[in-house]
């Protein structure tokens, strides 16, 4: 389970605890009541019927309840004779033959065994892991972890408990303490607890703002009429407000000797894409070389086609490396790479990563930055020096906008500009939300669509445990929508397609020749085809929210009026239900991926499924957004005046896991 350290045991904390310092009696005891009870057994015996159980009675003088257990060993029954004293705490409910208690847990006591001092805690576990091993293990843990105040007061935030104290009461409250408080977390000893937590987190991440600091990359300055410029006056479109205000930051960061760490933010469709061009023109322009990733073959691809689209009019020199490129193209690539012929080079993430030496790398952009890893985003870094003791700047992108709260606390060490305003001239798009009966409807309004010259995508689900299933539900789509839709091309797109096969069918609905679309979610991120106007996703409940919004994103691209169809399949648990309302109710990426942090937590969002970067176990940056400024005022005045401290912080909350946090 990780707890590894005697600190590591001390700070598991109990999921809630078990009242067993007081003996209830009977006669005073109401149904539904948790309670300890304690009397002599009057009768024992297995019964055969309904089934095979133990049904132990249990008299402490003010009433009688029966004890019954669906398995049993022969200790049990020995421990629970007639005639013995027995302390039982379990539920109280009205059985057929009277009272009872199913499974109650029991020890045999004497007149004189004394009650717990304390409530009982019940830790998180395993299922291989009893209660009572951990709990041992915990309270050692405890008792041994050194625990000594590490914190100045001026920075703690008024009446909270020190941290021994704080840990002593969670691990073993006092008898009279409201549960209430405990478990809902407003104790102040909680509070003190979810500080320090919040605390040697944004330590971590300040630290790592500093270092990065000290860290030298070749500054970028922009030119007057220089390649930046020239690209601006030859794209077919005026940059919009935000678009403009964001390449200033951009430029303004790779002009400086340290590397730029910037997250652009943006949602679908605003735009990112030019915003990326223009850092290329001006670190190519300044003499260095620009690598741009993308986390599959196709967006790859369609970026490469718009960039060369735009530079290579300018003398740009540019290359393309994926996976799927073999043989003399390949050597040729990378040999363009490595002796800096090639000035922007554009593919899959992997291959750039892994396999290619630059001979001058000044600035690598990453697209759609959320779909790597924490890990993956570490080894980048440390492998892209451009000399020794340089690194390249890092512009990354994301259309799945970071909540304002994680910005504050996991992304503090990146700088982040945002996209706000979508180009001109879009129309909203409008949802649809339909049970799947309603199937031969959204076809109709297929035909409507393609027979106007509009294309249209069909989103089948990822069905996790088969990819050959998903496969099957696509193709089939793929054929009842051809026999639906004679005179129109329907093309099938999937993961498993040779990348040479996905590409042809990307070009022929990039093109406009093929009418629909049926693909599984390779079609994801980044596609840009502005005629299409109607996007239409089946399973819809199946989908992540920012999944969901990041696939409507991908109709309302021109000016024809879009629309987005969810269809879902009944029952719908209750998080489909809440993602489903979430997509209906709102377009804007920023509220989505709010509701997306509180449906499903923050981890999807730092890539952390990959990387087992801690995320907050005790905090919620939501609830607790008062004490996440507070840890982040505290954090920097510790730095400036009490290093030792903050040091010995981090290390006693995060120990070797602190790197992980710095990517
Ligand atoms: P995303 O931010 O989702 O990556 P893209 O960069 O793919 O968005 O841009 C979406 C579409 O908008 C593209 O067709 C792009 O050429 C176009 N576009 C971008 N900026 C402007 C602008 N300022 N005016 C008009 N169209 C623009
Ligand atoms: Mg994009």
């Known amino acids: 389970m990780g707890l590894a350290r005697d600190i590591d045991l001390a700070l598991h904390l109990p999921l809630r605890y078990e009242d067993e310092t007081r003996v209830t009696r009977l006669g005073d ?42 398995s049993f060993y022969p200790a049990h029954q020995k421990t629970l004779a007639v005639g013995q004293r027995v302390r039982a705490r379990g539920e109280l409910r009205g059985g057929f033959l009277g009272r009872e208690m199913v499974h109650p847990s029991f020890r045999a006591v004497d007149e004189h065994t004394p009650l717990a001092t304390s409530l009982t805690p019940v830790y998180p576990t395993s299922a291989s892991l009893p209660q009572a091993y951990l709990r041992k293990a915990v309270a050692s843990g405890l008792a041994r972890a050194w625990l000594d105040e ?34 809902d977390r407003t104790h102040p000893a909680w509070q003190r607890l979810k500080f320090e937590e919040l605390l040697a987190q944004q330590l971590s991440q300040l630290q790592a703002q500093r270092e990065r600091a000290r860290l030298r990359a070749p500054p970028l300055p922009l030119e007057r009429g220089g390649l930046h410029e020239r690209l601006l006056a030859a794209l ?70 718009k960039l060369v689209g735009w530079l290579e009019p300018l003398g740009i020199v540019t290359a393309w490396l994926t996976g799927s490129q073999k043989g003399k193209a390949r050597r040729e690539s990378m040999a363009q790479v490595a002796d800096g012929q ?51 700047h890092l512009l990354m992108m994301s259309a799945t906008p970071i909540p304002r709260t994680l910005a504050m606390t996991y992304y503090a060490d990146l700088d982040v500009s945002t996209i706000d305003e979508l180009p001109p001239g879009r129309t909203p798009i409008v949802t649809k939300v339909f049970a799947d009966t309603r199937r031969e409807a959204v076809i109709e309004r297929i035909r409507h669509e393609v027979a106007q010259g509009r ?51 990307m070009s022929l609905f990039a093109g406009g020749q093929m009418a629909v679309l049926v693909a599984t979610t390779v079609i994801e991120v980044g596609v840009d085809v502005p005629n ?52 209906a109710e709102t377009h804007d990426g920023f509220e989505i991926a709010r509701r997306d942090l509180e449906i499903r937590g923050p981890g999807e969002f730092l890539g952390a499924r990959q990387s ?21 005022r505290a954090a920097a005045l510790m730095l400036e005046h009490h290093v030792g401290a903050a040091q010995a912080h981090v290390q006693r909350w995060l120990g070797g896991k602190a790197e992980y946090l710095k990517a």
């Not at 914190?151 to 002593?168: C, D, K």
């Not at 993430?349 to 600035?363: S, W």
């Not at 539900?473 to 096969?501: C, D, I, S």
């Open 29 to 70: 005891a109401r149904h539904g009541d948790t309670v300890q009870v304690e009397g002599v057994v009057t009768d024992s015996q297995i019964t055969l019927r309904p089934r095979r159980q133990l049904v132990v009675t249990l008299d402490d003088g003010t009433d009688t309840v029966h004890l019954r257990f669906f």
């Open 150 to 183: 590490i914190l100045p007061a001026e920075v703690l935030p008024a009446g909270l408990p020190p941290l021994q104290q704080a840990l002593q009461f969670l691990h073993h409250p006092p008898p009279a303490t409201s549960v209430l408080t405990l478990e």
């Open 236 to 305: 077919p479109f005026q940059l919009t407000g935000a678009q403009r205000r964001v390449v200033e930051e951009i430029a303004h960061d790779l002009q400086r000797p340290q590397p730029m760490h910037r997250l652009l933010q943006g949602d679908v469709g605003s735009g990112k894409t030019v915003v990326a061009a223009l850092a290329a023109a001006i670190a190519i322009g300044a003499g260095w070389q620009c690598a741009l990733m993308a986390p599959t073959e196709i967006l790859a691809e369609q970026h490469f086609r």
């Open 342 to 392: 090639a000035q922007l080079v554009v593919g899959t993430h992997a291959v750039i990563q892994d396999q290619v030496e630059f001979a001058r790398l000044g600035l690598a952009i990453i697209d759609e930055q959320h779909r790597f890893g924490v890990a993956q985003r570490l080894a980048l870094r440390s492998k892209m020096k451009p000399s020794a003791g340089e690194e390249p």
């Open 455 to 505: 294309q249209v995508y069909w989103v089948c689900p990822l069905i996790e445990e088969s990819e050959k299933l998903d496969l099957q539900n696509a193709t089939a789509t793929h054929q009842q929508l051809g026999e639906a839709l004679p005179g129109h091309m329907v093309g099938l797109l999937h993961g498993r397609m040779p990348a040479a096969e996905k590409a042809a069918v």
């Open 532 to 583: 299409a106007s109607l996007m239409v996703i089946e399973h819809a409940e199946r989908f992540g929210l920012s999944q969901l919004h990041q696939l409507r994103g991908r109709v309302g691209r021109g000016a024809v009026a879009s629309v987005c169809v969810l269809l879902y399949t009944t029952p719908l648990s209750d998080t489909g239900k809440a993602r489903l309302k979430a997509m």
């Open 612 to 632: 087992g970067a801690p995320l907050l176990r005790f905090a919620n940056l939501e609830e607790d957004i008062g004490l996440v400024r507070h840890a982040r």
